[in-house]
């Protein structure tokens, strides 16, 4: 059972205009949220995290918005850059106080900017 | 300051054969866990260890096995590889507050 799902395995958006990629949850003990950025035969990059305490998270070009009751979470990013072009990964923690729990994450979506 | 080292970048084992992955986290950090990372199955969390001790385990085998020493350095175990044990392993590391996870690069190992 997927407990962490991205819908969507690849996504285009045009070169300047917004990308938003979506992350739904159904374990409800997660309370903490985390994208991750991947580049092929690289490790994943931390980007932006999201507190279950707060509905939205912004830095820089990247927002991330939180709906507990709908268990959905999306990352914005605007405005698109063709550096931007990666594979982007949702996960979730459940008692990320303490730092010992194991992430869960999507199986990731594909993002391609195009010029 | 250094990222996570893992090491080596890149393994070929045979079948039946066993393996051991080293990671170096971030200095300072406590935290180290290991996730396989497959094109079918995505990022899938193996073990997380706190101060030497396993915290957290995935849905995993016992073939797959992991340790931390004294100085948070982790190693990980895989015993009897089978053909399906071919990914991307990764590690990561986490501050004592902090609840972001930095990734190393990663060993791709193939089991021929």
């Known amino acids: 059972d997927q407990q962490v799902k991205q819908n969507s395995p690849s996504l285009s958006v045009q070169e300047g205009r917004i990308s938003i990629l979506n992350c739904d949850y159904t374990n409800s003990m997660f309370d903490y949220f985390l994208w991750y950025k991947k580049y092929p035969a690289e490790g994943p990059t931390f980007l932006i995290s999201?507190?279950?305490?707060?509905d939205k998270n912004e830095d820089g070009r990247f927002t991330v918005f939180l709906n507990k009751s709908a268990k959905h979470l999306s990352l914005h990013i605007v405005p698109s850059q063709p550096g931007d072009s990666a594979v982007y990964f949702c996960a979730a923690s459940a008692g990320s106080g303490g730092g010992a729990d194991g992430l869960t994450f999507g199986k990731g979506t594909h993002l391609i900017i195009q010029p | 300051k250094a990222g996570v080292t893992q090491t080596p970048r890149y393994l070929i084992k045979t079948r039946g054969q066993q393996v051991t992955l080293s990671c170096s986290p971030i200095s300072g950090h406590r935290s180290v866990s290991w996730y396989q990372q497959t094109p079918g199955q995505g990022l899938q969390f193996l073990f997380e260890?706190?101060?030497?001790?396993?915290?957290n385990k995935g849905n995993f085998p016992g073939r797959f096995s992991g340790r931390q020493f004294s100085n948070s350095r982790s190693e990980m175990n895989v015993s009897t590889l089978e053909l399906g044990d071919s990914a991307l392993y990764l590690c990561?590391?986490?501050?004592?507050?902090?609840?972001?996870?930095?990734f190393g690069q990663g060993t791709r190992l193939t089991v021929v």
């Open positions: 260890y706190f101060s030497e001790t396993q915290r």
């Open positions: 999201i507190s279950s305490i707060k």
């Open positions: 990561a590391s986490r501050g004592r507050l902090n609840t972001e996870a930095f």
